[in-house]
């Protein structure tokens, strides 16, 4: 799933996880496998795979899962190879998106991406216009009726962590990148399980529209979610408290 960082947006990820939990798995896969491609099947060696574990291990994939992917990535298991993408668009108000696309099939994904967008309102836009309203940061996100904010806080900070923060019922652990990987292996040394970990592109900023406004642009990023080319929406809308698309 994308990597939202606001409270609300987090709530809505959370309820629809256990149904979405097999394509979630299918877009980590993929991740794992075009990082080992890319850099070799050894974590140590390879940042970007490091990364993508750490990723799937936040989401809880059972570690057979990883290892498959993983060989299928260095060519050991039989895999397919994918591109990447990224497109930059606004929703209707103005609302940013950075949509990012594993495929093994660009022309589809291009065209699938473009009909969304169009049916919802929404168009492409120019490179680096939407990029430059986010930046990088390690989000980690955590059950609240699971562990307190104060249990999960004394080994977050202890990792490198700058903030721990509970709202809605969700532990959030945010950080720099270059400490997300310290933070997480803390975090897992201490044994809490996570609800999801990333390196996620956060909005400097967030863009307020009227309820109507918000559940059309909402649609459109649950319907970029669910196409099986793209791996991550990121965009800049404020979500109102208890919002839901459905």
């Given at each position: 799933m994308s990597g939202h960082s606001k409270w609300a947006t987090i709530k809505h990820a959370k309820g629809a996880a256990d149904a979405k939990r097999g394509q979630m798995f299918t877009k980590l896969i993929k991740e794992i496998s075009i990082a080992a491609r890319m850099g070799g099947g050894s974590p140590e060696a390879n940042p970007r795979l490091r990364t993508a574990i750490l990723k799937a291990r936040g989401a809880n994939m059972p570690k057979d899962n990883i290892d498959r992917a993983i060989k299928k990535g260095t060519g050991e298991l039989e895999g397919v190879n994918y591109e990447e993408l990224t497109y930059e668009a606004y929703a209707g108000g103005g609302v940013g998106?950075?949509?990012?696309?594993?495929?093994?099939?660009?022309?589809?994904?291009?065209?699938d991406v473009r009909n969304i967008l169009t049916r919802g309102g929404g168009e492409l836009a120019k490179a680096g216009s939407v990029s430059r309203l986010f930046r990088r940061q390690g989000i980690i996100t955590l059950d609240g009726d699971k562990y307190t904010e104060d249990q999960v806080m004394e080994a977050a900070i202890d990792g490198g962590a700058e903030d721990v923060a509970l709202?809605?019922?969700?532990?959030?652990?945010?950080?720099?990148?270059?400490d997300f990987e310290a933070v997480m292996e803390v975090l897992s040394a201490k044994n809490f399980e996570t609800m999801s970990a990333e390196i996620s592109m956060v909005a400097e900023a967030e863009v307020s529209l009227d309820n109507d406004a918000v559940a059309k642009a909402m649609r459109m990023i649950d319907r970029l979610e669910e196409n099986d080319d793209v791996q991550n929406v990121y965009h800049n809308l404020a979500v109102p408290e208890g919002f839901t698309s459905e």
């Open positions: 998106l950075l949509i990012e696309v594993l495929t093994d099939n660009k022309n589809r994904a291009a065209a709202q809605d019922g969700i532990i959030e652990v945010t950080s720099s990148p270059e």
